[in-house]
């Protein structure tokens, strides 16, 4: 059973950075493509990023251009680097790995790593 673990979320003003992180147990991201999902309250979870087992990455309107989505397949490990940060972007914020439709990932969810963004 995979396990996805999210970091290094927590509380930033309106026009910081902060990098996630996403460790999984296995080595799951060499051969499905990495989703970044956030959530904010009494919303439905959305699809914020993603990067492909072989590197191409696309991202949501309203984050294009201020994030950016990496992994490391040796370390097992995802990253999404947000930066110009908005009120907006204030949810858990998750991952998981897919092969087929983003809305029906491969992989039991993990906790999710908090950003709050203070204006």
């Known amino acids: 059973q995979v396990q996805l673990l999210e970091s290094g979320g927590g509380l930033v003003q309106a026009g910081g950075s902060v990098r996630l992180s996403c460790a999984a147990s296995?080595?799951?991201?060499?051969?499905?493509?990495m989703g970044w999902y956030r959530q904010a309250p009494g919303q439905q979870r959305e699809l914020v990023a993603t990067i492909t087992s072989g590197g191409t990455t696309t991202y949501a309107d309203s984050v294009k251009g201020r994030f950016t989505t990496s992994k490391d397949n040796a370390k097992n490990t995802g990253y999404l680097q947000m930066n110009s940060l908005k009120p907006e972007d204030t949810a858990v914020y998750y991952c998981?790995?897919?092969?087929?439709?983003?809305?029906?990932?491969?992989?039991?969810w993990g906790q999710g790593t908090q950003v709050t963004v203070s204006s």
């Open positions: 998981n790995g897919f092969r087929g439709r983003w809305d029906q990932p491969d992989y039991a």
């Open positions: 296995g080595f799951i991201f060499r051969f499905t493509t």
